[in-house]
């Protein structure tokens, strides 16, 4: 019986296997000798892909960091052409040079009434008035609108000698000290805004309003003395978030708040 038979009979395939078998052929053997180390590995299988599970999303390149000089060149600017508080307030909410922006929900520009006589800058909106999309509440909040109301201002007042225009250095919240590149940047929208809401006075609410248009950097030596800032009298104060931490600086604030009463009262 040939190959081509025993193939096609199963029982006549087994019966040569097992003759193969007793017969001591337990190896199929090529014609020429195999050297099986000169086989390459085999490679690892890989699994495969499950159409359900998420797939990596190759992520996108960091974006180049714009020198501090163009930045500010792109803040100063944006800031000559707004010709209204409005279009200053769209300008800085459309600059994208500043890396604080990315990581806010608000950019705040100014609360109270524009015409105030009174402009109060302070440094940055907190992690609390970002979430709530206002500036100074809770207790800062509640001691800064005691401090004016006892002379006599209100952010609320639609009068414009009894009002209060309240804004910031940096209009998005940061979560640890300023950085002096940022401030620099925000600088001539604060300079502009200052221009365009043309107050009659100034009033700094801590360091960095004071580092950032004046250049001085010690509150403790600058308070209580009467600056100048774009070509208006500025008052450097105690921000209330500091007063509520060390109340003994209340008696200084009162000083202030009564020298400034004065300087309104011409």
Sequence with gaps: MGIAEITDHWDAALAALAWQLDSGVDEVLGEAPVNRFDQPAEPARQPAPNPAAPQPVAA?????????????????????????????????????????????RNTFFADGPAAARVMVIAEAPTRDEDIEGRLFIGPV????????????????????????????????????????????MMRPFVERHIQLADPQVVVFLGSTPLTCLTGQTSLTRARGTWLECCGKPALPMQHPSQLLRSPEGKRDAWADLLSLQARLRG
């Design 60 to 104: 996108d390149p960091a974006p180049a960091s714009v020198p501090a000089a163009t930045a500010i060149a792109a803040a100063t600017a944006a800031a000559q052409a707004a010709q209204s508080l409005e279009a200053l307030r769209e300008a800085l909410t459309t600059f994208d040079h500043c890396e604080l922006k990315k990581g806010t």
């Design 141 to 184: 909040g509640q001691l800064l609108d005691r401090m004016f109301a006892a002379i006599g201002l209100s952010r609320s007042s639609p009068d414009p000698d009894a009002g209060l225009y309240l804004t910031n250095v940096l209009p998005w919240r940061v979560l640890d000290a300023p950085a002096p590149a940022d401030i620099a």
